[in-house]
């Protein structure tokens, strides 16, 4: 296929031989830059758009699917993805991130696979649920943050009565404008074994801050623990509203063998913001996915506001201005594509007031 | 706008219900997994297809360019960018990757701007072209790597008789898709001062290797040199020649101060090939575009085979395969988004026989 | 003055020539290399030597000290160090670390003070103690780890009716011979204060494994974390046994934001073994301290075999090998060199059977 | 042997039961700390005084010791060593680096050896020597520095009919305070072969900078290149005096690969003083030994003057200050320990006025 043509701009002689040449730029598979208005916009400029999506809808939604789609290899994951409304019908939360909702019904299993996209699970309701991660399985529970790292095998159980919901994350977008994107398939056999009420990633990993194996490492690109567990991520952030000051506390998810990002495409963090309490106003360029784990506020994404429930999830574009007033005490989980910015020199934050 | 409604994919059932599900998602602005066929392939897809760009037709069109098109602020650079015809219609020679022939002709400038997408010149004809990159001016000639990391400011100056053609690379597919393009127009006014014929950056940091000033190192995310000659480029190529013993040698361009790639987006290489010899096959996920800049050869791309002859350009889309073998000695500038996935920890590489 | 006059070795003409000019070399300060015998080992020679001190001793003295001599600006701390007896004198219990016994007893303080090397407490016995690390208070019980990095200030508060003794860890050989010891008197009034059960570094840090202040991490050489506390150290061990399987577990201390060496001159591990059990023999070039914290063992260093029992301490230098065999399940803190040696490029291991 | 026995300081009660205390201590190889004045000194005592060694005095002797004294097996190089005279009759020129002149006669070779203390040569006379490091023959001509990193294997040739003087450094006595010395003789038959005039790692890493083999890294602890010249060395000081434009120049020899120090112990750099300029005077901890290569000057060390003329050798203790004023142009090689320092976290510098 050949490159489409063009016309000459306003302004310029709107000749024979100009209309001649840009012909010939076509069929050699050629563009001229300066008809490309646009391609270096001075900022950002806001494709995907702020938005948010609220829980009650996707919940309904989530648990209709549950009745009406099988789930197995033809399908995998009952998955609703958020569809950002400024990216022309791609199923994506932002320009980076895949965010979505999974359901998994009562008795339900989803087979395994694996694939280079980076995923993570924050999970918003149900019990019982385990996820197998490279053959580790890691039970899930609400408030928990749950990593199936680029390329490692994931398979979901749902032994009990209840379904489970929750958030997932991928650097999918990322992934796919890279074309790194690899896919694989595991047995359709589940696996089938008792699970601990903790993982051994945790076991090895994860007992205490700053004690890990003298000489065992995994040094993968990724966290060796995969799991982060809402009892701890609760405990510190009161601990760090106690120590701010100000009412509100962010922690960041890392590696606890290295101190860096749990996955080197995505940030996770998770944030504290008292009844009344305001987080400073800033931007940066990247994008973020957030999820509303308790209480409600209202964030204000680029001069837009948009009132937040439990459950209510929503996309800050890049270089547009966030920040979030609680009106009863809410806990936001967060995932961003900052560490990407950060490793390629690419990052910028401003503070506004 | 509302997402994309799906009807029911083959094998799932047709029903009413079903029906009215799609369309409440598509309302909510998500999308269901299931039905985006595709969106996880077993390997990066075809999107980007190997491609040759011939010499002789950029050349001509380049030219042509000259005498059709102005330079100026409605413009600011003459630059004809390969369009891989497999990337429907986008001004991209891969998915990560900008290149093109840029022409400034005798006589003519082009004024100061900087944007964020990092891009570098490698020159192919021409002589007595200078370029200012944040304030030091930088020499140019055939066989030169000339850099302009990242929100540098750079304009071009012609004050000979013959026109210039370089190729151009930038990361803007990439800077594009993380949506972190900013850019800013300088001064219409143009630098007007005597050149040197070795810049600032080469006088500081180029003089030999393993020297560097004990204590005023310039930190960037990049290279302080921002110049590498033909002439040393092609006597390093020689001696690694003569190491490898092969009849091949490949060198990077690395930040002689820290030894990192020149830009954390884009490694830069150069290749020789002696005649009759052939580099080892090879696929990598990520990819590249080649210049041949001395000699004859075929390129082997995915299978696909390309006659090369001076001047001529290639693309080398993720995950294909590639070898060259020479017909006469031949040297080719490379430019990969390798650090890329390095940094993101996606390398893959497959050495094939 | 002037060098040491050498006359001519075995083996070399005795001639008056000869002898005049070892004396012009005296005198111009210098000194021929070949008469140095010895000044370059064909391995580390045994200066320190494998030694055990034992607790019944140590405590005794340590109490005889708290009896005998006061404790204020003119001395400032009841310690007693270990004098390895391979090292002529000198207070070291092996060439680069600095090991003893302090006692604080009931009632007792010791003011502020700070110094470049590095130091830190492991407790053996008492309650109620309380230091002061750089203005945070850290309680100190049994088993507990507490750091007093390089250069921060530390004072020693023992309100309660019993003494307290531990066992200090400097990096003061090492620094010595560096010619690196800075130190400086702080105010002669002591803090006043309340003390909660949990310093400030470890709510900050120290709650969970992997979470984070989001964005104000102290980035010094060392930890911020200044304790680490025996409940957890004795747990993780207790898991990390269950995963080896071997009846042995080691972990190592590390910074919780980074996963380095809590400092950058001493490597702190722990290391369980079940009755009956064997850690594998191995040696390392540079020098090693450990303290018996619980149970009973024998521990065999360069084929000597020393009896250790709840509280011992040994010393075990460079290029000794070390395998500890249990009599019942016992646990030993360690402090090391190692993180000079590998900072240095000098780090040897060699596994023995 | 026991540790030394102490008596009551002054000021503490001399009672016998204070001495039958001692007497214990000493017993079971134990030191009181408050007994030990001076072990913690409020800055680094100076033990290493700041001197220097006449050029004259030193080519005397050393020539003459290539008429007294053989060179084999016995003794295997001819060195003296600047033995500071503040060291207590040891063969160091500061606490923590050895300096020495080595002679190598007309004719003779010195046999192979290697050690981990690393070394490095800075060339003072002579034509026509070449040293094998690691099996690559590597020339040696005045000005130049030859690295022969930790565990390098090492050999001497001087084939030609003058003799060949150049100055030593050696880590040597950190390397002893770390007791990580290991030695190993080499076959007593010498390598015989054909020099060229530049080595295999100059061919590799040594011919631009900037520009590296691309995938076939030397990724050891120092640098792959051995040799940097002095025709390099000349030229980029003059560039750099042209640039700072106040008569002097420091330039910092690194890993041409990795822009790291040479070799993990000990900093090298070059310095250049115009006649009538003086450079910023300074102190840090860590001491450093200085060649004057070409030149006249007096260097200020923690106030006391030294006159300097070429060939002379200086030492600078650790936090002695230090200023170099010119009387003709002058170039100055320094070793120092400071990347020990960085490494460790313990680096301080203080710039005076």
Known sequence: ???????????????????????????????????????????????????????????????????????????????????????????????????????????EVAPAHRHTPAALRFVLEGSGVWTLVNGDPVPMAPGDLVLTPSWSWHEHHNPGNTPMFWFDALDLPLARSLDAVFFENGPDQMANRAVDPISGSELKYGTSPGLVPFDEMDQGAHSPLFAYRWKDTDRTLSRLVDISGNGTASLKFVDPTRGIDVMPTMRCSMHRVSAGAKTQKYRRNGSSVWVTFRGSAVATIAEERFHLDEGDMFAVPSWCSLSIEATSEADFFCTSDAPVFEALGLARVEFLN
Chains 1, 2, 3, 4 share one sequence.
């Open 1 to 107: 296929m050949a490159s489409p043509r063009f016309t000459a701009p306003d302004g310029m002689p709107k000749k024979n031989e100009v209309d001649d040449f840009y012909e010939l730029v076509a069929e050699a598979d050629l563009q001229p830059l300066w008809v490309q208005k646009g391609i270096m916009p001075n900022e950002p400029p806001l494709a995907a758009v702020p938005f948010a999506w609220k829980w009650k809808t996707l919940r309904e939604l989530a648990e209709r699917s549950g009745e009406l789609i099988p789930i197995d290899r033809g399908g995998d994951r009952r998955v609703l993805s958020l569809s950002n409304p400024g990216l022309a019908g791609q199923p994506y939360a932002t320009q980076t991130l895949w965010g979505a909702v999974q359901y998994l019904g009562p008795g």
